[in-house]
Every structure is written in C-alpha cells, then in structure tokens.
Nanobody, 129 residues
Framework: QVQLAESGGGLVQAGGSLRLSCAAS????????MGWFRQAPGKEREFVAT????????AYSDSVKGRFTISRDSAKNTVYLQMNTLKPEDTAVYFC??????????????????????WGQGTQVTVSS
C-alpha cells in the first residue's frame, strides 16, 4: 500500500501562485507514476499533470500547460505542483495520485477514480477574481 498526503492548498487572488506538495509513504518503491487531478464543484475529476517516477516523461492538461509545473524530490518521496498565474477556473479540490503500473502517458485518459490505485485526501485551492 501507498499513502499520499497533500498540502499547500489555500486561497489566492487571480494571478497569484501556490505550490502543492504530495508526500508518499509506504511501498513507495512500487510507484511507477505520480500526478495530480482536480475536481471542481459539480464537475468530474480531471487530469492536471503527471510524471513517471524516473522523471523521463511529464505531461500536462492543455488548461494548465505553461502555468503549472510538476516536479519531484526522490529523496523525500514527494511530488510538487507549482501553480502560477492562477485563474478563478483553477478553483477545485486537487488530488495527488500514484499508480504502480499505469504508464504516465495514459493518465490524461483517466475518467474514473478506480483507474488509479492510490489517491490522497485532496487539498482545496480557491482562486478569487
């Protein structure tokens, strides 16, 4: 089992920045890829960013490309999501996710929660206009 704990959410004005962190614990050696999803009120959970654990592959959704950056600190088993130039439409609960087998390049096709093995509890990001 892998446990994921997010932190770093909060309230920020449009144009501002936040950095989310996701600390993994447990059987972290089994992780193949990690990433971030978000879910706004009344909407489905959507893919935001992903990277494989080696760091060879990184991908973003079109809505955040150029504004968000995913990175990792392998020594700390932690993945980050740096979010810049935030917009009100970025308001959502952000979830960290990890999977032992699903390749990172397929994460943008995830439509349901059960397609990814491990999820964090989520952290709220609110962007005011």
């Amino acid at each position: 089992q892998v446990q994921l704990a997010e932190s770093g959410g909060g309230l920020v004005q449009a144009g501002g920045s936040l950095r989310l962190s996701c600390a993994a614990s447990g059987r972290t050696f089994s992780i193949y890829a990690m990433g971030w999803f978000r879910q706004a009120p009344g909407k489905e959970r959507e893919f935001v960013a992903t990277m494989d654990w080696i760091g060879n592959y990184i991908a973003y959704s079109d809505s955040v490309k150029g504004r968000f950056t995913i990175s990792r600190d392998s020594a700390k088993n932690t993945v980050y999501l740096q979010m810049n130039t935030l917009k009100p439409e970025d308001t959502a609960v952000y979830f960290c996710a990890a999977d032992p087998t699903r390749i990172a390049s397929s994460w943008n096709r995830v439509r349901t929660k059960n397609e990814i093995d491990y999820w964090g509890q989520g952290t709220q990001v609110t962007v005011s206009s």
